[in-house]
Structure formats: C-alpha cells, structure tokens
C-alpha cells in the first residue's frame, strides 16, 4: 500500500509514490553515492519491472511506502516492509536517491514522519532495520526518531571488497522523542 501525504518541515514532505518516481528509481541505484551501503549494485533495472513492483507495492498489505519529496520534487523513498499484523512489527528502510541533496535533515525529517506514522495511524509496536555500521547518516537519521542499538552483528554487510558490521536498530512508541 502507499502511504498518505505527510507534510514535513523544512520542505520536506512524504507523498503516495507515482509510477513516474518507480521509473526514477532506476538511475538513482546505480549511483556509487547512493549504493555505498545500500542494497544489491545489479538487478532488473528496467521499465517493465518497475512497472511490476509500483503495482505490486500497491496491493500489498504487509508493507507501506512513500516518495520522499523535497521542495516540491520527488528526491527519494521511504517505508516500512514485512509488517506483521499480529506482532505488529515492521522493518523499515530509507534511500535519498538525490545524492546531491545529502546533509540537509532530508532522511532525518522522513523518518520522523514515518515513524510518528507508524504510532499514530497504523498502531504498530515496534519497527526495526538494519544499517551499515559505518552509514552515520542513517543511523543517526533513525536515532533521532527513537530508533536504538539493539545489537551489531560483525562483518555480515559486504560492499566493494569490504566486510562492515550491522547495526540493528528498533523503536517503540515510547521511545519516540517527545519534543519531535
Ligand atoms: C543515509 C541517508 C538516508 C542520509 O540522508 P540525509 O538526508 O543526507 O540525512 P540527514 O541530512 O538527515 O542527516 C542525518 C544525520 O546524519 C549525518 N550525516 C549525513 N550524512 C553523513 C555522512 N555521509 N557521514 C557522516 N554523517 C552524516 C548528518 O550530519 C545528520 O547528523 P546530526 O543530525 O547528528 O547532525 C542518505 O545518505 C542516503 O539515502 N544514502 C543512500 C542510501 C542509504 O544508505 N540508505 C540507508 C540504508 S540503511
């Protein structure tokens, strides 16, 4: 399913993705910048199969997810996957796919609304992913909204000939930060 549009500050909003974005998507992966600790560097990154997944996003009811934009334009995407309804659990994940925008609270600004999304409107109880160790920028983007280590798993990411350990993270809805 996609989620609603949330107006953020800083120009930053989060809206219901468009087959348009699914298409950005592809030459966003791709960057070095982009994939240093994200996700595989090959796969289908045609057309007809982002086609495929805006529609099977669409219908699902075990994930939610968001075009991230920025000023008006869609710069990213947000969401949180796997939801289990009893558990009432969820793993979530970011991508800011406009590297050229990196540093400006962007991330830190989607995961509050996300994550204040996931309290106030879907009741989950606990939401969790994990990160690159040495991705600060996600870290602390998810820190900021609550997110806590709950273990670090040695050497199980491997990008460009390295092994980097993993943070896990989760949150709760009392560890949402009042002021945020
Ligand atoms: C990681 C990512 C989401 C951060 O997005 P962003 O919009 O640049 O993040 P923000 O500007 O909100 O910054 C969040 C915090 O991280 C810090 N930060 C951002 N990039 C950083 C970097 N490269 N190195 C160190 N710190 C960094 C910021 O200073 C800020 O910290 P602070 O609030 O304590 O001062 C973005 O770089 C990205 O999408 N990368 C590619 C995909 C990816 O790695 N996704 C996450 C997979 S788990």
């Given at each position: 399913?996609?989620?609603?549009?949330l107006a953020g500050r800083n120009?930053?909003?989060?809206?219901?993705?468009?087959?348009?974005?699914?298409?950005?998507?592809?030459?966003?992966?791709?960057?070095?910048?982009?994939?240093?600790?994200?996700?595989?560097?090959?796969?289908?990154?045609?057309?007809?199969?982002?086609?495929?997944?805006?529609?099977?996003?669409?219908?699902?009811?075990?994930?939610?997810?968001?075009?991230?934009?920025?000023?008006?334009?869609?710069?990213?995407?947000?969401?949180?996957?796997?939801?289990?309804?009893?558990?009432?659990?969820?793993?979530?994940?970011?991508?800011?796919?406009?590297?050229?925008?990196?540093?400006?609270?962007?991330?830190?600004?989607?995961?509050?609304?996300?994550?204040?999304?996931?309290?106030?409107?879907?009741?989950?109880?606990?939401?969790?992913?994990?990160?690159?160790?040495?991705?600060?920028?996600?870290?602390?983007?998810?820190?900021?909204?609550?997110?806590?280590?709950?273990?670090?798993?040695?050497?199980?990411?491997?990008?460009?000939?390295?092994?980097?350990?993993?943070?896990?993270?989760?949150?709760?809805?009392?560890?949402?930060?009042?002021?945020?």
């Amino acid at each position: 399913m996609f989620g609603p549009t949330l107006a953020g500050r800083n120009g930053v909003s989060l809206i219901p993705p468009t087959l348009e974005h699914y298409k950005l998507r592809t030459s966003w992966v791709v960057a070095p910048e982009v994939g240093r600790f994200w996700g595989p560097r090959f796969g289908e990154l045609t057309e007809e199969r982002q086609e495929k997944r805006f529609k099977d996003t669409a219908e699902s009811n075990t994930e939610i997810e968001w075009s991230i934009a920025y000023e008006g334009e869609p710069v990213g995407y947000t969401g949180i996957f796997g939801i289990d309804w009893v558990r009432r659990d969820g793993e979530s994940g970011i991508i800011i796919g406009r590297h050229d925008l990196y540093g400006r609270g962007i991330a830190s600004e989607a995961v509050r609304l996300r994550t204040d999304f996931a309290w106030k409107e879907l009741r989950l109880h606990r939401v969790h992913n994990w990160i690159a160790h040495a991705n600060r920028g996600s870290r602390r983007a998810n820190e900021k909204s609550g997110y806590k280590q709950m273990g670090l798993q040695p050497r199980t990411f491997f990008r460009s000939g390295e092994w980097y350990d993993e943070w896990l993270g989760e949150a709760f809805p009392h560890t949402f930060p009042e002021k945020a």
